[in-house]
């Protein structure tokens, strides 16, 4: 297997702009893990989902964030609109039973 | 609620040096522990887990023993190379869920 897959790798975009994170789970899995990464902050868990549903999201910052999960090889994370602050490093995993993260999306607001 | 408190880093070692990195976790049932390691640039990789009280966890020469009476799951090296600077982050999950607690991470620096 590929592993969890994240797209894109990098993106740098303006304030208040519209952001899309994709993440593709590994096979099989039937959870799916959003974190945000920073310095200051560390490692949050923002939202995580079991068999495509949202289970809890309480970890997202505000209504400027939203996540979805049309099927079972897909999710995405949304930010509209986008901030300087929401700048980090944004993981994807998935899980059944050990999670598996992907390598990131490193989000750059300007 | 569960928690895990990892000790404040960064760990800096020379190669070869014994490693130890501290975990303890606060849980109101039988979790399940975990160290997961972050090289520079990449996402968290599972480094080993123990499942049940006395268990150890064990990968690339790191080991982690689940000790239920100290409540502790910390990670030892015998030898540390280069190439283990990272940061390394202790975690439990509830066993409801694949959620996962995890800890703050602590760096870890080794110089040849």
């Known amino acids: 297997d590929a592993g969890v897959i994240q797209s894109p790798r990098h993106e740098v975009t303006e304030m208040g702009q519209e952001v899309t994170l994709r993440c593709k789970p590994i096979s099989g899995h039937d959870y799916l893990f959003w974190y945000r990464q920073t310095m200051m902050r560390g490692l949050e868990l923002l939202i995580y989902?079991?068999?495509?549903?949202?289970?809890?999201d309480s970890g997202m910052p505000e209504d400027r964030f939203s996540a979805k999960m049309p099927n079972a090889s897909f999710s995405t994370l949304k930010i509209q609109p986008s901030e300087p602050r929401d700048s980090a490093v944004y993981f994807c995993?998935?899980?059944?039973?050990?999670?598996?993260f992907g390598p990131g999306t490193r989000l750059t607001v300007t | 609620g569960d928690s895990v408190t990892q000790m404040e880093g960064p760990v800096t070692l020379s190669e070869e040096a014994f490693l130890t990195i501290n975990c303890t976790y606060t849980?109101?049932?039988?979790?399940?522990l975990f160290w997961y390691v972050q090289y520079p640039g990449e996402g968290l990789q599972l480094l080993l887990k123990?499942?049940?009280?006395?268990d150890k966890g064990s990968n690339k020469g790191f080991e982690a023993t689940y000790r239920k009476e100290t409540t502790s799951f910390h990670l030892e090296k015998g030898s540390v190379q280069v190439s283990d600077s990272a940061v390394y982050f202790c975690?439990?999950?509830?066993?409801?869920?694949?959620?996962?607690?995890f800890g703050t991470g602590t760096r870890l620096q080794v110089f040849p």
């Open positions: 989902f079991n068999n495509n549903v949202p289970i809890d």
């Open positions: 975690a439990l999950s509830d066993g409801d869920t694949d959620k996962l607690i």
């Open positions: 123990a499942t049940k009280a006395d």
């Open positions: 995993a998935s899980s059944s039973y050990e999670q598996y």
């Open positions: 849980a109101t049932g039988y979790p399940s």
